[in-house]
């Protein structure tokens, strides 16, 4: 697909949609899902927020530096900005990606108006919200974790919800501020999924997102996990921090069920779907303290090729349910919570 969409491009869009594949295995082939009028758009918005994420992400540059260029990071997006780019942040493809921003940029300028709006005002809010969360007390609190998890994935349902409307292709109630809770958990649901099992991961390069109101309860500190013989504090907290992010799934099937566009609902579906799947992978996993916690090649195609309808996406929400409800371990200290968490969506669905 994204072969086939390259042969029309001048040269600059045909380097973001290459980098686009380099820099996400994942959004790429859910990018292409979208009818033009949203495809560029969304890959441009996929890239900056990409951007972004390298300069937070890189650890191995001090917190000052990393700071200030989140919180400039939309100012790069003005017409003025033009030409800028910068080295140092990343490695690979994403470094790669700002080293030459102003491709970007300029494929940036390209857009109607209304779509580089949505983007710069996400991007600043995003900014914002990474430079005050860029030292180890972000996530104290399950507040404090609900407030990462919304600058960081919140925002950018948000941005995408408004996206939809501006095509025309979602009516614009979609996008009414009284239903920015729903997007905002689309994003919630899949940025704690990710925190969940990149445990290791995260861990290994200094970065802690489980929030210690939950950790707290079972060690004194959030490394112990990684631990073999702390195994059943470890798969306690980790049961707890599955069924907090079950709370989100209500909103997302409400967020869902008002999609009307066949190419949006696709696009949207497949990382909730695989989001709530991966969530019942790791349901008592002993694997996620151990390494990367995947879905198997053949589960992923089948969830991708059904993601197509309401209808679907509530029969598989429905299978993940039953399927973890039927892990579940009597003496789990979360256990009757999990399985009120589980019966509500096994209803809805
Ligand atoms: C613009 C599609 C559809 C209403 C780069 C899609 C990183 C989980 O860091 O790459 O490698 O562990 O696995 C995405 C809601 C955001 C939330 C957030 C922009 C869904 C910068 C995805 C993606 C809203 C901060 C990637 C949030 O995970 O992470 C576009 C509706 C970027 C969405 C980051 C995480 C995304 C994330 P890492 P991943
Ligand atoms: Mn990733
Ligand atoms: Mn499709
Ligand atoms: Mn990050
Ligand atoms: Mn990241
Ligand atoms: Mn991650």
Redesign the pocket.
């Given at each position: 697909a994204i072969a086939a969409a390259l042969g029309g491009m001048d040269d600059r869009w045909r380097w973001c949609y290459g980098i686009l594949g380099q820099v996400?295995r994942?959004?790429a082939l859910v990018?292409m899902e979208l009818e033009a009028e949203l495809r560029d758009p969304?890959a441009i918005?996929?890239l900056v927020?990409?951007a972004?994420?390298t300069v937070e992400?890189d650890t191995a540059v001090e917190a000052v530096v990393r700071r200030a260029l989140c919180i400039d990071f939309h100012n790069k997006l003005a017409p003025e900005a033009g030409g800028w780019t910068t080295d140092g942040f990343g490695k690979g493809a994403e470094k790669e990606l700002l080293e030459r921003f102003d491709t970007v940029h300029s494929c940036f300028s390209d857009l109607k108006p209304e779509y580089q709006r949505v983007i710069a005002d996400i991007t600043r809010e995003?900014g914002f919200g990474m430079a005050e969360h860029m030292d180890d007390t972000a996530c104290v609190t399950i507040a404090d974790y609900d407030r990462y998890c919304h600058y960081?994935?919140g925002l950018?349902?948000l941005?995408?919800?408004r996206m939809f409307a501006v095509s025309g292709l979602e009516s614009p109630a979609l996008a009414d501020p009284r239903r920015d809770h729903l997007?905002n958990s689309?994003?919630l649901f899949?940025?704690k999924t990710?925190i969940i099992r990149?445990y290791l991961e995260d861990l290994t390069d200094g970065r802690t997102f489980w929030p210690e109101e939950i950790w707290s309860v079972y060690a004194d500190r959030l490394g112990a996990f990684a631990a073999p013989e702390q195994r059943k504090a470890a798969l306690s907290c980790l049961n707890a921090m599955v069924t907090d992010a079950l709370r989100h799934v209500p909103d997302c099937l409400e967020?869902m069920s008002a999609i009307r566009s066949p190419t949006v609902f696709h696009?949207?579906a497949i990382?909730q779907v695989m989001a709530m799947a991966t969530l019942a992978e790791v349901y008592a996993n002993p694997g996620v303290f151990a390494g990367v916690v995947k879905l198997r090649r053949g589960k992923t195609a089948v969830l991708i090729a059904r993601a197509t309808s309401v209808e679907s996406v509530h029969a598989l929400f429905f299978g993940s349910a039953v399927g973890m409800r039927a892990a579940l371990a009597p003496a789990d200290p979360s256990v009757e919570e999990t399985r009120s968490a589980l019966e509500r969506i096994i209803r809805r669905s």
């Open positions: 996400s994942s959004f990018i969304v918005f996929y927020l990409r972004l994420d992400d995003m960081v994935a950018v349902g941005g995408l919800t997007a689309m994003g899949l940025q990710n990149d967020y696009f949207v990382p």
